[in-house]
């Protein structure tokens, strides 16, 4: 056999990795590595600050987010993802921002009072006037809804939907009422055969108690991640270490609100986790099976 063909079979063996393994995919052609860089750039000194811990254009790469891409964001927040993403995907693109389905906040009590319940049923409009000031004149389309309200016509229309740092609450919460469920059969709802999901996670390690990693501290396990999103019907393609922090070491009375960008705690605690950094995070990519 051709030496050559034989060591591009060897190099095709070599890139089909088992789901043990980590993988980089290296998915985006030099043209949009190079849009992502650009959009990344070109927003503020204080969003940029947090790259060195989150690595945003490497983790798009790695989940193969393209311009013209369909993508669901669960749980933007202020938006530190919005802002990439808008620009990036295009005016070809579309955003969608999903939050919690409303019965799930006053299980947080304290915070959830009426008037922020309220603020949560207008999210969804604010989210797409926002998103035309994120997005600029060339952005994505941007929406939003709960994971109780996204719409039928979503159906198979998705490539990819993303959990960034989103998935402990859900995960807390589950058994209250399903909500992680919901989130989980309405994710795979929406994507098309073969559309992906990207998992940004705080992760305790597997060797701590499984108590500490229930979601209310902010943590979860990788091996809760991957069986978790495996019944749910999807495939793990692979991981990658881009946002692991080993200095992150969690104990019994710890959370990752401790961390910065949060900082919770004394002045003296805020020093010592000042030095630790952003949460140790899990990347993880699953694709939907059929």
């Known amino acids: 056999m051709n030496k050559l063909l034989v060591l591009g079979a060897a190099l095709l063996l070599q890139s089909c990795t088992t789901a043990d393994e980590k993988i980089a995919t290296n998915s985006l052609d030099e043209t949009d590595k190079q849009k992502l860089v650009a959009v990344t750039q070109s927003l503020p000194a204080e969003h940029k600050a947090r790259y060195a811990a989150r690595h945003p254009v490497e983790t798009l790469e790695f989940f193969g987010i393209k311009p013209g891409d369909t993508v669901v964001e669960a749980l933007p927040g202020e938006g530190w993802y919005s802002k990439i993403l808008l620009p990036y995907l295009g005016d070809d693109g579309r955003l969608i921002a999903v939050d919690y389905s409303l019965p799930m906040w006053p299980e947080f009590g304290g915070f959830a009072t009426p008037e922020f319940i309220a603020k949560r049923k207008a999210w969804p409009a604010q989210f797409a006037i926002d998103a035309k000031t994120w997005g600029g004149a060339n952005g994505a389309k941007g929406e939003a809804y709960t994971f109780a309200d996204m719409p039928a016509e979503l159906t198979g229309k998705v490539d990819a939907v993303l959990f960034i740092r989103a998935l402990h609450n859900l995960a807390r919460f589950d058994a209250k ?20 999901v990207g998992i940004v996670q705080h992760a305790m390690a597997e060797n701590k108690p499984d108590a500490w990693a229930d979601g209310s501290r902010g943590y979860l396990k990788r091996s809760y991640l991957i069986s978790t999103m495996t019944a749910a019907g999807f495939e793990f393609v692979g991981e990658s270490d881009i946002n692991k922090n080993p200095k992150d070491d969690p104990q019994a009375d710890d959370n990752v609100w401790r961390l910065p960008p949060s900082l919770s705690g004394t002045e003296e605690q805020k020093a010592k986790n000042a030095a630790i950094g952003e949460s140790n995070r899990v990347t993880l990519l699953f694709r939907k099976k059929e």
């Open 177 to 196: 009422g399903n909500y992680l469920k919901q989130a989980l059969a309405e994710t795979r709802r929406v994507l098309k055969p073969g559309g992906v």
